[in-house]
């Protein structure tokens, strides 16, 4: 009996010994660092996210946060402000995965200050002509914003001869939002036909 207990007692220490040294490294390992996740256009709704994850159990090997965008969106920027306030934009050095997935690692003892990270809709042409540059993107997510917006040269949306042939058509059942944005002159023809959105801002110089 006595031989039993003093077996069970070491044993019972090393758990909890284990159990606290699993604790500190978990909590200490993000302690340093804040994260803020930005969209652009905000109304989109939530772009994407991050991971953070350990490389291995000790305490001074390099971390690793994943930036992991959500359908329909990109990662813009990552950007990391030190104790000392000098940013470094991550992107630049982080690595590409599949679907614009950001993998980025430094030491965990070593990191403080503010991640911000930032994504955005993927956009794609539908000017009217090639000089047009008038793009189209779409938020796959409960706000379902489908977003015009213009970035230089002309301003004027591609003309369909069907409701159906919008490049947005495969979207249209989940589409609850519309923006136009400021700068595009004109809407195309049967560009916003049959959409059944709950909400919507038009530039006030397009013309439908």
């Known amino acids: 009996m006595t031989t039993e207990r003093a077996n069970r007692f070491p044993m ?3 758990i909890a010994v284990l ?13 340093g660092l804040t994260f803020t996740v930005v969209t ?3 109304e989109a709704g939530e772009g994407g996210s991050y991971e953070m994850r350990k490389i291995s159990e000790d305490v001074y ?12 969106f990109t990662v813009k920027s990552v ?28 030491t965990a003892p070593n990191a403080s200050g503010e991640v911000v990270i930032t994504f955005e809709m993927k956009k794609k042409r539908c ?11 779409f938020s796959n997510n409960e706000k379902g914003l489908l977003d015009i917006s213009y970035k230089s040269g002309g301003s004027e949306m591609a003309d369909y001869e069907r409701y159906e042939d919008t490049p947005w058509w495969q979207y249209h059942e989940t589409i609850k ?24 801002r038009l530039s006030k110089a397009a013309i439908v």
């Not at 040294?21 to 302690?31: E, K, Q, R, Y």
């Not at 934009?89 to 690692?105: N, P, Q, R, S």
């Open 12 to 14: 019972s220490a090393w």
């Open 79 to 106: 950007i990391w402000t030190d104790k000392d306030r000098i940013p470094e934009t991550l992107t630049e050095i982080g690595m590409v995965g599949e679907g614009g997935t950001i993998e980025l690692y430094y």
């Open 177 to 200: 939002t519309l923006v136009v944005n400021e700068g595009v002159t004109t809407i195309g023809k049967n560009a916003f036909g049959r959409l059944r959105v709950s909400a919507r």
């Open 19 to 31: 159990l606290i040294a699993m604790l500190f490294t978990t909590g200490t390992a993000w302690a």
């Open 61 to 72: 090997s390099d971390r690793q946060f994943i930036v992991i965008p959500e359908e329909g």
């Open 40 to 42: 652009e256009p905000a």
């Open 127 to 137: 000017g009217k002509t090639s000089s047009d540059k008038v793009y189209w993107a």
